[in-house]
């Protein structure tokens, strides 16, 4: 089992150019990424140097099933917290698999956000992650985190994680998993991880994580929309093991949300537009479905779907409407991430749109931790 090609596409390398620089020919590189062939060790030992990865993270045979051996209580950390989306998402899935899982430490440097975590789980959340020593941080087994996404230097001496990725909030994300070496992460991040800074920033996490702090690694672009919440959210997923996993990322969602499942039958008036600017709207538009979340984009153009664009933390209330006609309520944008109805508001409107918006699609993250516990242990 090996994972050439992913980590060839990772590089933007083509095969020729692999196949190439490896010594072998393009037709024996294929049927290697195929799962056609095994490369003799002088092969893949190539391979691997040209891929600038070691060589047990790119060729490697994966455990049978039924194999995994639990802790007795899975213990995880909940880093950038938020209001808990990780929480209740590792909750679904441990609850699945019949495991025990207990959040022995959470951290968020936003004080309402704390609020909200507090009044839900009865903690309330350590500050700034980067002010926290990992000496201060209970052993664990599984990391959560959903991390601002910054630029790294590519500079200096580039002598690991720590020369490349310190001043980012990612560094304290590797320090504290080089420190308590967890058996697995699940990392978070905006779809612009992907492309931010000409790809540098991921590759150079992906490199971290696997060449300086010795996990196998894999990573995929996922929509809310296609796990079951009426919300058009791209997120890229990170998944991180000591033991070798080949993860499957094809979900069958066999009920799924509708937006009629998410909007409350009776909304203050407060979140209603004023009579002006429904009139515009609706003279700019005609919706084809009801009910359907309208969307105007910068340029002033209106278009209407039976799902939401993604959740913002700053702006989603003044960009969508419901029918045209009002704004999305707290409770509602909440739904939308997968959020249950007992999920207790304690901040303002504001602080909870803005908290809504920050939030992971909590339905998908617990299909990718329920899929992915399994194989990491």
Not at 68 to 90: E, H, M, N, T, V
Not at 198 to 223: A, C, F, P, S, W
């Amino acid at each position: 089992m090996n994972r050439v090609q992913e980590l060839r596409k990772e590089r933007n390398l083509t095969q020729d150019f692999l196949a190439n620089k490896s010594g072998i020919s393009r037709k024996y590189l294929s049927n290697v990424e195929r799962q056609l062939a095994v490369p003799s060790v002088a092969v893949a030992l190539s391979i691997s140097n040209v891929l600038a990865v070691d060589i047990d993270k790119v060729f490697f045979d994966v455990l049978p099933e039924n194999t995994q051996i639990y802790p007795k209580k899975i213990k995880y950390i909940d880093l950038f917290c938020g209001i808990g989306g990780f929480r209740y998402a590792s909750k679904m899935a441990f609850e699945h698999l019949g495991i025990n899982g207990k959040c022995v430490f959470s951290s968020d440097i936003d004080k309402y956000a704390q609020q909200s975590y507090e009044a839900n789980f009865g903690e309330k959340p350590h500050g700034d992650i980067t002010k926290i020593s990992t000496a201060d941080i209970p052993d664990f087994d599984v990391l959560f985190g959903g991390f601002p996404c910054q630029a790294f230097s590519i500079c200096g001496k580039m002598q690991g994680f720590e020369d490349k990725t310190r001043g980012t909030l990612f560094f304290d994300i590797a320090r504290i998993l080089k420190e308590k070496q967890p058996q697995a992460f699940v990392l978070e991040n905006v779809k612009n991880l992907i492309s931010h800074d000409n790809g540098k920033t991921l590759q150079t996490i992906l490199d971290t994580l696997r060449n300086d702090l010795g996990y196998h690694v894999e990573y995929h672009l996922l929509n809310a929309l296609d796990f079951g919440l009426p919300q058009k959210r791209e997120r890229i997923i990170i998944v991180g093991s000591k033991k070798p996993f080949k993860m499957n990322w094809d979900f069958e969602i066999k009920q799924k949300k509708t937006l009629s499942d998410i909007l409350e039958k009776h909304v203050d008036k407060k979140h209603y537009a004023s009579p002006e600017i429904v009139a515009k709207r609706k003279a700019m538009h005609t919706p084809t479905v009801s009910p359907s979340i309208w969307h105007e984009n910068k340029s002033g153009n209106i278009s209407s779907y039976p799902y939401s664009c993604a959740l913002r933390a700053g702006a989603s209330y003044n960009y969508l409407l419901v029918n045209g006609e009002r704004r999305l309520t707290p409770r509602e944008m909440l739904r939308l991430q997968g959020f249950p109805d007992d999920f207790r508001i304690v901040v303002s409107d504001c602080q909870t749109r803005k908290q809504a918006g920050n939030a992971i699609p909590v339905d998908m993250v617990s299909m990718v931790i329920e899929r992915f516990i399994p194989m990491a242990f």
